[in-house]
C-alpha cells in the first residue's frame, strides 16, 4: 500500500497540491511560533523577555494547531471524496477497507512531510521577524537573539504528521464505510466545545472590570463556540437549507446542490465560522479595551502591550491563513465540478446562468458561516462589554464586523466565481467527456 500511495502521489501530483499548501501553511506556523520557545530558552535571556516569548510561543501555537488540523481535514475530505470511484474500483479489485485506509493515510503522511520540510525556511524568517516586533514594541531586549531549535522543529513536523494522518483516516474512513453518518466521537466533541465555551463565556461575570485576565474566558468561549459550530457545519448549512425558498431557477438549483454537496462544503463552512468568530470577536475586545483604557487616562502594562501585540498578530494570521485554505479549498471543489457544469450546458444553460447558480450558492455559504460565526463572537463580546465597560453591544464592533464579512465574502465568492469562470472556457462535450 506504501509503493502504491507513492506511485499515486507521482502519477497526479495536482490532486494534493491542496493538501501540500495547507500541510506548509500549517508547519510554518507552528514552527515560527514554536521558534520563540527555544529563542527563551537560550543562555542569558532575561526573565521578562523569556516571559513574553513564551506566551506568544503558547498561545499562537494552540491556535497553529488547531488550525492545521481543520484546514488539512478539508482538504483531505474534498480529495477523498472526488476519488470515490477510484476507492470503489480498489475495492472491487480485492483492496480491504484497512489496506485503502493505510494507502490513503501513506500519501497524506507523505505530502505533510514535504510541506513540513519546505516550510523551515520560511519559519526562520518569520520567527526573526516576529521577534523583531517584539523587540521594537520595547518586549524583549534587543541583546536577544532568534534561535530555531529542536522544539521548533519536531513540534512544527510532529503536528503536522499527526494532523495529516489522522485527517486522512477520519476521511476515508467515512468514505469506505459508505455513509456520510456523523461518529460518536465527533458528536461528543461537538457538545463538549459548546458547552465549554458556554462554560467560559459565563464565567467573564467573575471578573472585575479591571482584572488584566478578563479578556480570556470571554476569548476563550468564543473560540470555543465557533470551534462547536465548526464541527456542526454539514448539520447547520442542511438546517439553513430547509428553511430556505429562493425563486428561479438559479436559486433552487443553488438549495439543490448545496443539499447534496452539504459535506463536501462542511471544510469551507468551518473556515468561514472560525474566521468569522475569532477575528471579530478578538478585534472587537481588543478595540474595546484599548478604549476603556485610554479614556481612563492610564497607562498600558507590559502583560497589556503583550496580549494586544498578541491579538493582533493571531488575528493576522488567521485572516492569512484561513483565506489561503478558502481559496484552496473552493479552488480544489469548483474545479472539480468541469462535469457538472458541463452537463448543464448541454442541456441549454448558458455560462452565465451556470454562474449565476456558483454564484448563489457562495452567497448562501458565505452567509451561513458569517451568521453562525457572528453568533460565536457576539456571546464572548457581549459578557466582556458589560464587564468592562458597562455597555452590552460596542460601538466598535460594527465596523470590526463588517470588514470581516468582507474578507471573508470576496474570499467565498471571488473564488468560487472566478474558478468556475475558467472551467467554463472548455468546450462542455470536451468536459464530460475528460470527467468520463
Not at 518569520?126 to 522543529?153: E, K, N
Not at 457581549?382 to 458597562?390: H, I, L, N, Q
Not at 468560487?416 to 475558467?422: I, M, N
Amino acid at each position: 500500500m506504501f509503493m502504491l500511495a507513492m506511485r499515486s502521489i507521482r502519477q497526479r501530483p495536482g490532486r494534493f497540491l491542496a493538501t501540500l499548501l495547507a500541510a506548509f501553511l500549517g508547519a510554518a506556523i507552528i514552527m515560527t511560533f514554536n521558534s520563540l520557545h527555544d529563542t527563551a530558552a537560550q543562555d542569558g535571556v532575561d526573565s521578562t523577555s523569556a516571559e513574553t516569548l513564551t506566551t506568544a510561543a503558547s498561545v499562537v501555537g494552540g491556535y497553529g494547531t488547531l488550525l492545521v488540523f481543520f484546514a488539512v481535514a478539508s482538504t483531505l475530505t474534498v480529495n477523498v471524496r472526488q476519488r470515490t470511484a477510484e476507492l470503489e474500483l480498489l475495492r472491487c479489485s480485492g483492496a480491504t477497507p484497512g489496506q485503502l485506509k493505510r494507502m490513503v493515510v501513506g500519501e497524506a503522511v507523505a505530502v505533510a512531510l514535504v510541506g513540513a520540510a519546505l516550510a523551515i525556511g520560511p519559519a526562520m524568517l518569520g520567527g526573526q521577524a516576529l521577534l523583531d516586533v517584539f523587540q521594537d514594541s520595547g518586549q524583549v531586549a534587543d541583546s536577544v537573539d532568534h534561535s530555531f531549535g529542536t522544539v521548533a522543529l519536531m513540534t512544527g513536523v510532529d503536528i503536522t504528521l499527526l494532523a495529516s494522518a489522522g485527517a486522512a483516516f477520519l476521511a476515508v474512513r467515512r468514505a469506505t464505510r459508505g455513509t456520510r453518518r456523523h461518529g460518536r466521537a465527533r458528536t461528543y466533541l461537538t457538545y463538549a466545545a459548546l458547552a465549554a465555551g458556554a462554560l467560559s463565556v459565563c464565567s467573564t461575570f467573575a471578573f472585575s472590570a479591571t482584572d488584566e485576565a478578563l479578556m480570556a474566558p470571554a476569548a476563550y468561549g468564543a473560540i470555543l463556540l465557533s470551534v462547536g459550530f465548526a464541527l456542526m457545519a454539514p448539520r447547520l448549512l442542511g438546517g439553513v437549507l430547509d428553511r430556505l425558498a429562493l425563486s428561479g431557477a438559479s436559486g433552487w438549483l443553488a438549495v439543490r446542490n448545496l443539499r447534496q454537496r452539504a459535506g463536501d462544503l462542511a471544510g469551507t463552512l468551518m473556515s468561514l465560522i472560525l474566521f468569522t468568530a475569532v477575528s471579530t470577536a478578538t478585534l472587537t475586545m481588543q478595540a474595546v479595551e484599548s478604549d476603556a483604557l485610554a479614556a481612563s487616562g492610564a497607562v498600558k502594562s507590559v502583560d497589556a502591550k503583550n496580549l494586544e501585540t498578541l491579538n493582533f498578530t493571531v488575528v493576522g494570521i488567521i485572516v492569512v491563513f484561513v483565506c489561503v485554505m478558502l481559496v484552496n479549498s473552493l479552488y480544489a471543489a469548483t474545479t472539480y465540478r468541469g462535469r457538472e457544469f458541463g452537463q448543464q450546458r448541454l442541456v441549454g444553460a448558458t455560462p452565465g446562468q451556470v454562474l449565476g447558480v456558483v454564484g448563489a450558492e457562495g452567497l448562501i455559504l458565505t452567509l451561513t458561516g458569517v451568521a453562525f460565526g457572528a453568533v460565536a463572537a457576539l456571546a464572548g463580546i457581549v459578557p466582556f462589554t458589560v464587564v468592562r465597560t458597562d455597555q452590552v453591544l460596542p460601538g466598535e464592533m460594527f465596523g470590526i464586523g463588517a470588514g470581516m464579512v468582507a474578507i471573508a465574502a470576496a474570499a467565498t465568492l471571488g473564488t468560487s466565481l472566478v474558478t468556475a469562470r475558467r472551467v467554463l472556457r472548455s468546450p462542455a462535450v470536451g468536459a464530460v467527456a475528460v470527467a468520463s
